[in-house]
């Protein structure tokens, strides 16, 4: 599902959603006269318990896909943070290693920006940013290694360590969090319920002899546009709503401009 469009999956159940009423009604018609009130007013309680049901299922599932989302804007923050202390202090390093590091820092940013502009669906493309990424990482631990063994002052080069330490850590956690979705089975069962829901809403309507109110639409609607809200805070690269990595593309300008700035002098 999560290779589908967030709106041919949306239409799809909105179809669906009117076929069921449609299907709930014309059963409701057929049972009208063997119905009675008592019946009715049972009908109309498993009605309002369905949509109950359906209503704590819509809450539970806005906040998965909101808390993930939340997560991943974070870690895109928290990630941009962590290359900007490593590069800001890589100016500790001794001289035959840092200019080496600066240029590896930049690459990597650059690294990690394109990979932000790849959608998840993409794998290919996406490994391979990601284990170029992975590469630059190893290199510029070896560079930290033979900054040790030129300096060793824990107030230089150990800053620097502590510093490419959380910039690996960023990245492990960036990655985990793309990689947390909402499960399939909680949509199925979500879409399930939907259809339930409004195969009841015909039937109650169908028994009482009167088609399905407007409003009933109205809340169909409605229902379906908060499922593509939530699938797309599920898409944190395509869709509506998309992840902003603003901090990321500022960082990768402003190392840009002082590498400029010093090759200049």
Known sequence: MYNQSSI??????????????????????????????????????????????LALMLGFTFSLSLQRYDSRSLAVVDEANAIGTAYLRSHLLP??????????????VDVRVEESMVPLSDEAKRRLLLAQAAQNQDDLWRYAVQAVAEDDRPTTTGLFIQSLNELIDSYGRRNAALNRHIPEIVLFLLFGTFIMTWG????????????????????????VLLILIIIDLDRPRRGLIEINHTSLTELQSAIQAAQDEGGQE
Do not use: W
């Open 8 to 53: 041919f999956i949306v239409t799809v159940l909105f179809i669906t959603l009117v076929f069921a009423m449609e299907v709930g009604y014309r059963m409701g018609r057929r049972t009208q006269a063997r119905t009675d009130a008592e019946a009715k007013s049972h009908i109309n309680a498993i009605q309002a318990s369905l949509l109950g049901v």
């Open 95 to 108: 001289p035959p290693v840092r200019g080496e590091v600066q240029r590896m820092l930049r690459d990597y």
């Open 200 to 223: 009841i809403v015909g039937y109650g309507a169908g028994v009482t002899g009167h088609r399905p109110p407007f409003v009933a639409y109205i809340m169909l609607l409605l229902v």
